[in-house]
C-alpha cells in the first residue's frame, strides 16, 4: 500500500528558507513522477512542482527560480527545497505521487 510520509515546514520569516520531505513506501518509486502542490486558506489547490522519474523538472510560475525539486531514488524520497520564501506562499503544502497524496505540511512566512 502507497504511503507518503511528509516531513519539514514550519514558520520562517520573509527571506528564508525551509526545506520539504517527502518519503514514499509500499511502491516503486524511480520511475514515476512526483510532484508538491500547496493549498492556501480559500484558494485552490496548485502545483508547485513535479519531477519525472527521468528528473525533468516543472514549476509554477509563482515559484520559479526560488523553489527546487529534487529527488533521491535510494531513499525513495521528494525533496522541495524553498527560498526566498514570501508571504504569500503561506499554505499547506502537500507531496503526490500515482494519485496518493502526503498529510500535509504547514508553511508560514511571516516577520
Known amino acids: 500500500q502507497l504511503r507518503l510520509v511528509q516531513s519539514g515546514g514550519g514558520l520562517v520569516q520573509p527571506g528564508g528558507s ?5 518519503a514514499a513506501s509500499g511502491t516503486i518509486f524511480d520511475i514515476y513522477t512526483w510532484g508538491w ?3 492556501a486558506p480559500g484558494k485552490q489547490r496548485e502545483l508547485v512542482a513535479t519531477i519525472t522519474g527521468g528528473g525533468r523538472t516543472n514549476y ?13 531514488n535510494a531513499k525513495k524520497t521528494v525533496y522541495l527545497q524553498m527560498n526566498t520564501l514570501k508571504p504569500e506562499d503561506t499554505a499547506v ?3 503526490n505521487g500515482l494519485a496518493a497524496w502526503g498529510q500535509g505540511t504547514q508553511v508560514t ?3
Request: glycine share 8%; with cysteine; proline share 0%.
Open 37 to 39: 502542490y500547496r493549498q
Open 109 to 111: 512566512v511571516s516577520s
Open 93 to 95: 503544502y502537500y507531496c
Open 60 to 72: 509554477g510560475d509563482s515559484v520559479k527560480g526560488r523553489f527546487t525539486i529534487s529527488r533521491d
Open 18 to 22: 525551509l526545506r520539504l520531505s517527502c
